[in-house]
């Protein structure tokens, strides 16, 4: 039994591989801000004194607490930012005096910050330990001095996410219009069909932002846009699923025994038709990253200061011929790992569903 676990999971190494990346993904969205250093809001603390900095480099942040920090909740801080971030100030050397630190900035100039903008319970030592630090920048930053690696990190959740709802969105109208034309047939499937043909000649991308357009630039408009264009090839692929199944003896039985359509609906037909909707649900995830990612370079996707792997793009191309490409190539990068892992498990899964059957 270990050797046939075995020889299936090397057969099929690059769907479990895919499988990894794809959950390593989810699990990065879910506690980004456990892992990026600046947990503001979009990871959008600027320091313009540092823009477009090398990947590795380092930087002493001197931290002033926000007074109003104290009114955000830990879990709403560590699961969706801090509304209120410490001010965060570059130093390059700092010493505490009597009245408070003094410090030198990028620009050589020398300030002090009083002790009362702490608290007074502090000691030197324990201010020093926790509002002051050396933080690096693993990828980077970009040309308004923000982390990098913490906006490509963050891009992982909206990319998820808006291929999550979208998927979620065309397969609840793909289903319910895919099987009524193919259950019902007649009339009904042909005022299906012809809605069908009538989506289906329109250029997606057209259609996408005609839609964005329409409901105007935004977060959730951008997922309710492409999750509205991309129900066609649902409701074709079960229409003919549904075809080909109801007029098999275990939907005629349930048909004599006098169950109610939805039943037949979701108790028989959903769960034999299964496996290509899985299919064509992984094809579309993918596809609606890549719709995602042209939105927002095209400027009408998720807006600033959200961030977006293909904003990010869009912000950093120049630098393509500027001797920093990385700045543009590690998003674009980021997408098409995520795509690839998404359209090679849908290229795939037709063989491991036929394996379990």
């Not at 100039?109 to 030592?125: A, G, M, Q, R």
């Not at 970009?142 to 808006?162: C, E, M």
């Not at 649902?234 to 098999?248: C, L, P, T």
Request: with cysteine; net charge positive.
């Amino acid at each position: 039994m270990l050797f046939l676990k075995k020889k299936f999971i090397n057969k099929h190494f690059g769907v479990f591989l895919s499988l990894i990346f794809i959950f390593f993904c989810f699990l990065i969205s879910i506690f980004s801000y456990f892992i990026i250093p600046d947990d503001s809001q979009n990871s959008n603390q600027m320091h313009l004194s540092i823009h477009s900095m090398p990947p590795g480099f380092t930087a002493n942040i001197l931290e002033i607490p926000n007074p109003e920090e104290t009114n955000e909740s830990y879990l709403s801080a560590k699961f969706f930012g801090k509304k209120y971030p410490n001010k965060e100030i570059l130093v390059k050397n700092f010493s505490f005096k009597e009245f408070g630190i003094e410090y030198e900035d990028f620009n050589k100039e020398k300030f002090i910050i009083k002790y009362d903008s702490y608290p007074s319970k502090l000691s030197k030592y324990q201010i020093e330990k926790k509002y002051i630090g050396e933080r690096k920048f693993i990828f980077g930053t970009d040309s308004f001095g923000r982390d990098v690696f913490g906006r490509v990190i963050l891009g992982t959740r909206v990319s998820l996410s808006i291929g999550f709802i979208a998927v979620l969105i065309s397969l609840l109208i793909g289903l319910i219009i895919g099987m009524a034309g193919g259950y019902y047939g007649g009339f009904i499937d042909k005022i299906v069909m012809a809605i069908i043909n009538i989506f289906w000649s329109i250029p997606t991308l057209l259609l996408v932002i005609a839609i964005s357009i329409a409901l105007g630039k935004g977060f959730w408009q951008v997922y309710i846009a492409v999750g509205l264009t991309m129900w066609v090839e649902v409701a074709r692929v079960v229409r003919g699923q549904v075809i080909s199944e109801k007029n098999k003896d275990y939907i005629l039985a349930t048909k004599v025994l006098g169950y109610s359509d939805l039943r037949i609906f979701l108790k028989h037909l959903l769960p034999n038709i299964l496996g290509p909707i899985l299919i064509i649900c992984a094809a579309n995830f993918a596809s609606a990253i890549l719709i995602e990612s042209g939105l927002s370079f095209l400027g009408i996707g998720t807006q600033p200061p959200i961030a977006s792997w293909g904003s990010m793009i869009k912000d950093n191309y120049q630098f393509i011929i500027l001797g920093k490409a990385y700045l543009a190539f590690i998003p674009g990068f980021s997408i098409m790992l995520l795509v690839t892992s998404f359209m090679f498990l849908g290229n795939n899964l037709p063989d491991l569903i036929n394996k379990n059957k």
